[in-house]
């Protein structure tokens, strides 16, 4: 097994054992970084840990954790926290937990903004202080095109509540912390995509005939790689037209503004006299 080496950069990967946190890790290993691989499955993290090992050269270090449990999820911040050659964190951990709201099990709603909240908070927190001090690093967020779906009805788009939610979270929370890390050296980015060509939705036994073509996970990592270095807060691996966003963040921006700065109550929202 190749030694750790302080010359080479190291990222921690979040469900690392498939999809797009394996796809994340084959691309960081080929770029020559050592990496951190957690997930829940062991025999795949070994397995891949193995093979990038002997392909790539690089060191691998498998942290089987469910960042749902609290206990698990403080084993990985205090590597995060303690590891002064992390340059990069993806927070990629995730799964769906389609239900309607009103039948949805309250353990699920825990565990969902256990791992798409607490985990990506706590993480990026454990992280953060150790790259700010060397005055470089990156934080990737991988949330998902559902974060902007609130205003859609379910039907072919699945019923997600409280994945859609915590999936907002992640793009707000991005937005904000990349503003108080301005030049601290420190990027951050949070990544939307749409469907991808993954096993997330066929262990939940969707149907996804109705839903639109698929994303490869190689696809997903490219894009957000691009946008790292492009500085892009926000990545849409599938927008075409990225004046969409920026229009969005525009009108985000003037109806805070817009609100704030009213005094008085809106004329709509006044009782009669």
């Excluded at 991808?196 to 073509?213: C, K, R, W, Y």
Aim: glycine share 8%; with cysteine; proline share 6%.
């Amino acid at each position: 097994m190749p030694a750790p080496s302080a010359a080479r950069p190291r990222a921690l990967v979040t469900g690392a054992s498939s999809g797009i946190g394996l796809t994340f890790a084959e691309r960081l290993a080929a770029q020559g970084h050592d990496l951190v691989l957690v997930a829940r499955r062991r025999d795949r993290l070994e397995q891949l840990a193995t093979r990038l090992r002997r392909d790539a050269g690089v060191w691998t270090d498998v942290l089987v954790a469910d960042l749902s449990d609290p206990d698990q999820l403080a084993e990985v911040e205090a590597r995060a926290a303690s590891d002064e050659s992390l340059v990069l964190l993806v927070n990629n951990a995730g799964f769906g937990g389609y239900r309607p709201f009103a039948s949805i099990d309250p353990k699920v709603i825990d565990d969902l903004i256990g791992v798409h909240i607490r985990a990506v908070a706590r993480l990026t927190r454990a992280a953060l202080p150790g790259m700010i001090r060397r005055g470089s690093g990156a934080i990737v967020n991988v949330a998902s095109l559902l974060a902007l779906s609130g205003p859609l009805a379910p039907d072919p788009l699945p019923h997600r509540a409280t994945y859609a939610g915590a999936k907002a979270f992640m793009l707000t929370f991005a937005q904000a912390l990349a503003g108080e890390l301005k030049g601290a050296g420190v990027k951050v980015q949070v990544c939307l995509p749409g469907r991808v060509n993954t096993e997330f939705h066929t262990i939940q036994g969707m149907d996804v005939s109705a839903l639109p073509p698929a994303m490869t996970a190689d696809e997903v990592v490219t894009a957000s790689l691009a946008a790292l270095a492009a500085d892009e807060v926000v990545c849409v691996p599938g927008l075409a037209d990225a004046s969409l966003l920026e229009r969005l963040t525009e009108a985000q921006v003037q109806l805070f503004r817009g609100a704030v700065m009213q005094s008085a109550l809106a004329q709509r929202y006044r009782l009669p006299t």
